[in-house]
């Protein structure tokens, strides 16, 4: 769990970071919804000329403070702590920071900044990434705006000696952007410092040293929609997956106080960007998880070989038969619905590792139909580049299989089918829900 979290808490302070026609009046107000592993949040998102303020989006108890005002004519990012009353101020460029643009006909390269004679020396290693942009050149009208479809993707990789992030990272991206009048603030290639565990040491003297690699054609610019599949670890069983999904659900015009744009008075400055902000708790996290997300936390993807006497255990496979959906969200899901006081489910990739965790069963569910209510058509191809009014009802079919692991006997098989409401993950979860309910029954 404690991993886990660790990279939900990466997760989402990337989302912040990342969430980085014409108008008369050029300030505008969104709102603007994020889902993270099944678990949603909302910002509110302010822009006036060169400046963009984040409220919001606190997710598990993280973050709900922390306000990000993103300063494009000063050329740096202002992140405030209301509860605390402090602020950091982070330069978009760095100066310890290289960046190789591929596309130049010659490299430029900022070189890393040297310590004076008289400072301390500091640690720290070399995180290399590689950027890459491509716009497909398709466009579409949203909200008064002609939006282009742009993919990215983002891989880090620390050096042995990093202090920031010590695992590898790939971050592919597929968004709908615009470009609103005036703003226009560069990428972030940084990588975002998560927030440090109740316990954990602050290393002030560990910097890293970041080399950029950039290639490709296109421009970002304003987030509309944004599916971004986060994949940690590197390669092999430690690897972690998962994604996010950012959607802009009301987009207006509205008079702006310059004053939301700027350091409140009397805030003071923190020390380090660690002071600003809170130390993450993990059982407070688990708490406000369940409370908020009514989801059941206790057992997701951790679990000992041992398990206690007179609990059942069961081994749960991602859902196949759809391309459509999350399979490693439903998987989760599933996890949260089946656990309770005498059931302990556990989210396995195979029946080795079913074993290895002594589950007493297996459940694999299949989709045999995700169809679009009322509508004529076959399967949804490519909801990551649906139109934010675009179907939340589902006409879905699936079978689920409980399977005894001493003998491979059926110890359930519920088939579930009808019109199940919400986005496709959504519905598709519901569908999950009431067949996990059957399983439930079968173990009375």
């Not at 300030?27 to 822009?47: D, F, I, N, W």
């Not at 580049?385 to 098989?413: C, Q, W, Y």
């Not at 519920?414 to 199940?420: H, T």
Request: glycine share 6%.
């Amino acid at each position: 769990m404690r991993k886990l979290l660790v990279y939900i808490a990466v997760v989402f302070f990337i989302i912040i970071d990342l969430n980085s026609a014409a108008h008369a009046q050029q300030q505008y107000k969104l709102r603007q919804s994020t889902a993270v592993m099944g678990m949603k949040s909302e910002t509110t998102v302010y822009v006036k000329a060169m400046r963009k303020r984040t409220e919001g989006g606190g997710m598990m108890g993280m973050g709900s403070s922390l306000v990000t005002i993103e300063q494009c004519d000063l050329q740096r990012t202002v992140k405030l702590n209301d509860k605390k009353k402090l602020y950091f101020i982070e330069p978009f460029t760095q100066g310890n920071e290289e960046v190789i643009d591929e596309d130049a006909s010659k490299a430029k390269v900022v070189p890393a900044k040297q310590n004076s004679a008289n400072a301390k020396p500091q640690k720290g290693g070399v995180i290399t990434q590689w950027y890459s942009i491509r716009d497909t050149n398709e466009r579409k009208e949203m909200f008064g705006f002609t939006a282009r479809h742009v993919w990215t993707s983002r891989k880090m990789k620390p050096s042995p000696d990093a202090c920031m992030m010590k695992d590898s990272m790939l971050m592919k991206t597929d968004g709908w952007y615009i470009d609103l009048p005036q703003f226009n603030c560069p990428v972030n290639y940084r990588p975002v410092r998560p927030p440090r565990m109740q316990n954990e040491k602050e290393q002030p003297q560990c910097m890293d040293k970041f080399v950029t690699h950039r290639s490709g054609k296109g421009k970002l610019g304003f987030p509309l929609i944004e599916t971004t599949t986060i994949i940690m670890g590197g390669s092999g069983p430690q690897t972690t997956e998962m994604q996010t999904s950012l959607e802009t659900i009301e987009f207006s015009t509205a008079k702006l106080d310059s004053m939301l744009f700027e350091i409140p008075p009397g805030y003071r400055e923190a020390k380090s960007e660690d002071e600003l902000q809170d130390k993450m708790n993990v059982q407070e996290m688990m708490n406000n998880a369940m409370k908020e997300n009514n989801v059941n936390m206790n057992n997701v993807n951790v679990m000992s070989e041992t398990k206690k006497a007179g609990v059942i255990r069961i081994g749960v496979f991602a859902p196949s038969g759809d391309e459509t959906v999350q399979p490693n969200l439903l998987q989760q899901r599933m996890v949260g619905t089946l656990t309770n006081s005498r059931i302990e489910a556990i989210a396995v990739s195979s029946e080795d590792e079913a074993r290895k965790y002594n589950c007493d069963y297996t459940l694999n569910a299949v989709f045999a139909k995700i169809k679009q209510a009322g509508k004529v058509g076959g399967l949804i191809k490519a909801i990551k580049n649906a139109d934010p009014n675009a179907a939340t009802s589902f006409n879905i079919e699936a079978n689920l299989i409980l399977k005894a692991m001493s003998d491979g006997s059926v110890k359930s098989k519920p088939s579930v089918e009808g019109k199940y409401e919400g986005k496709v993950d959504d519905a598709a979860g519901k569908a999950l829900d009431e067949g996990c309910r059957e399983v439930l029954k079968a173990l009375k």
